[in-house]
């Protein structure tokens, strides 16, 4: 399995942006492909999560009112939108594969992982 971000940038506060997660090496029939971020000095955290099949999304309380995760399935093409962004959303950007979905806000849950991409929010 090879996850691939792209999409990220330099974007002012209360912009939008999409972030691209390019899988290959599976079909992913059972996967949830989540989305982790991690600050400058801050730990890695949960940021929103998609199943493959069926393409049922989550994220976690604090952003789910500004970011949601889709996906493609022809594409094998995961995405994280993210609309009116702030200067906290700062961060490196990862998507992560898994089978064992109930745990998806869990980084330990996730096998595979792509090499991040960085978002930076200005002023």
């Known amino acids: 399995v090879r996850l691939v971000e792209s999409g990220g940038g330099v974007v002012q506060a209360g912009g939008s942006l999409r972030l691209s997660c390019k899988a290959s090496?599976?079909?992913?029939?059972?996967?949830?492909i989540g989305w982790f971020r991690r600050a400058p000095g801050k730990e890695r955290s949960a940021v929103c999560a998609v199943t493959w099949t069926g393409g049922k999304d989550y994220c976690t309380e604090a952003l789910k009112d500004r970011f949601t995760a889709s996906r493609d399935a022809a594409t094998k093409t995961a995405y994280l939108q993210m609309n009116n962004v702030k200067p906290e959303d700062t961060a490196m950007y990862y998507c992560?594969?898994?089978?064992?979905?109930?745990?998806?806000?869990?980084?330990?849950?996730?096998?595979?992982w792509g090499q991040g991409t960085q978002v930076t929010v200005s002023q």
């Open positions: 090496g599976s079909t992913f029939t059972g996967y949830t």
């Open positions: 992560a594969a898994t089978e064992r979905a109930a745990y998806w806000s869990s980084a330990e849950v996730y096998d595979h």
